[in-house]
């Protein structure tokens, strides 16, 4: 039989023993360290199914020990317990959700019994992580679909474009996160062909709701795609095959990749796309550590601030300086600036003044099937193709 483990690294030896009573009862065989060093050590050797980390850890601190996750690239739930420092458990949760671990919990201390046993299960169900046969077979059984959300000009309050989005819901169950398959494909070499499904019915589509008007389309797309001979090709193949020019399209890649100076002035394939009048951002920017010089040498034409700085722009006062300090910079730069995650008008008033160029966010609209596309379009917009601010 499967016997589930869970790793726990606590400086607290009766928390330790709490935990491993309460995880044994539910089924785990538990590995317990009360140093970095020990679940340096463990973590490799166990594979768990489940790991919790105290964030405070004698004279480490849990930090560490999510970088050295996000460098084993492990994709196991894990939930954070923190005293009382919501600071470290701040940067912690920011850091994990955007380097690609998957915080699935948080156990406030002192905590009960019951919060544990409660996080226990949320993190079983986080884990039902798909393989790649499943992802082929839901491409082949329709189950897979592009989603459009709308992009919205801050300053003119015109609809620009849409950003596309895979969608997959499997038949009978829960809705499967972009952000949970997309990195299987990527790892197990099927990005590409799930990039070109993901094309054909956006150009299918794109035909149905551009009506005659030219739109931009901005399309998601992965670094190892890039790096592949034909790509550049093909994607022209595509292009000239459904009428679209270059510049309607905005490829997106995003700088959680850790895009440095270095790797991405191999992207030779970038220059060659900017020249035949494609645009280039660089998505979820402020996540990676890209430099200024980067943005200056790659040519991108818009950088995309990420959500994470657009939702708390009003409750965390880091954020707004980050988001002003970005939108500065890359005008300085000549590079437009996109913000993500517009949840409120507030928002996107606050952004308006601080000039950002563009934007997307719950606020205008999530992603849409084609249907609810052109159901938005026809009652959202003015005839001037103005987004109606409070419909
Ligand atoms: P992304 O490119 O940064 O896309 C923006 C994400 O923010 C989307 O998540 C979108 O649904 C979400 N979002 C938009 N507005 C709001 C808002 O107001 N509030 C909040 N909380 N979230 C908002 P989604 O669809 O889950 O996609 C996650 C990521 O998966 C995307 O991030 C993108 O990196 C990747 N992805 C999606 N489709 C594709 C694809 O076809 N190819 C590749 N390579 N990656 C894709
Ligand atoms: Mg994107
Ligand atoms: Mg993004």
């Given at each position: 039989m499967h016997i589930p483990s869970l790793l726990i690294v606590d400086d607290d030896f009766q928390i330790i023993e709490l935990l491993q009573v309460a995880a044994e009862r539910m089924g785990y065989k538990v590995y317990a360290t009360y140093t970095a060093s020990g679940f340096k050590e463990l973590y490799p050797t166990?594979?768990?199914?489940?790991?919790?980390?105290?964030?405070?850890?004698?004279?480490?601190?849990?930090?560490?020990?999510?970088?050295?996750?996000?460098?084993?690239?492990?994709?196991?739930?894990i939930i954070l317990m923190s005293g009382q420092d919501e600071k470290v458990l701040h940067i912690a949760k920011h850091l994990g959700d955007t380097r690609g671990l998957s915080i699935s919990g948080i156990l406030h201390k002192p905590f009960n019994l019951k919060d544990f046993v409660e996080l226990i299960e949320k993190a079983k169900k986080d884990s039902r992580f798909p393989d790649t046969e499943s992802i082929k077979n839901a491409v082949e059984q329709n189950e897979m679909f592009v989603a459009y959300q709308p992009k919205i000009s801050i300053q003119s309050g015109k609809f620009i474009g849409?950003?596309?989005?895979l969608r997959w819901t499997p038949f009978n169950k829960d809705f499967i996160s972009p952000s949970i398959f997309i990195p299987i494909a990527e790892e197990e070499g099927f990005i590409k062909e799930l990039?070109?499904?993901?094309?054909?019915?956006?150009?299918?589509?794109?035909?149905?709701?551009?009506?005659?008007?030219?739109?931009?389309?901005?399309?998601?797309?992965?670094?190892?795609v890039l790096n592949d001979s034909l790509f550049l090709e093909q994607l022209h193949e595509k292009?000239?095959?459904?009428?679209?020019?270059?510049?309607?399209?905005?490829?997106?890649?995003?700088?959680?990749?850790?895009?440095t100076e270095d790797s991405i002035s191999k992207l030779s394939i970038l220059t060659k796309l900017r020249i035949q009048g494609f645009k280039i951002a660089l998505d979820d920017f402020g996540t990676g550590y890209s430099s200024l010089l980067t943005l200056h040498r790659v040519p991108f034409t818009?950088?995309?601030?990420?959500?994470?700085?657009i939702l708390d722009l009003f409750s965390n006062s880091e954020s707004l300086v980050i988001t002003k300090a970005i939108i500065n910079l890359s005008h300085a730069l000549g590079l437009k600036v996109v913000a993500?995650?517009?949840?409120s008008f507030e928002v996107y008033k606050k952004l308006k003044e601080l000039g950002c160029d563009e934007g997307q966010g719950y606020y205008f609209s999530n992603a849409l099937s084609v249907e609810d596309l052109q159901d938005w379009i026809n009652t959202h917009l003015d005839k001037n193709q103005k987004f109606k601010f409070g419909s």
């Open positions: 166990v594979t768990p199914h489940l790991i919790f980390i105290d964030l405070k850890l004698g004279d480490h601190n849990g930090i560490e020990l999510l970088e050295f996750l996000i460098l084993e690239k492990c994709s196991t739930p849409v950003e596309t989005l990039t070109f499904f993901m094309l054909d019915n956006a150009f299918k589509d794109y035909a149905l709701w551009r009506q005659e008007e030219m739109y931009s389309l901005a399309i998601n797309i992965s670094l190892p292009i000239k095959a459904y009428k679209i020019s270059p510049n309607e399209i905005c490829l997106e890649i995003t700088e959680s990749y850790g895009i818009e950088i995309k601030i990420d959500k994470s700085f993500e995650g517009i949840e």
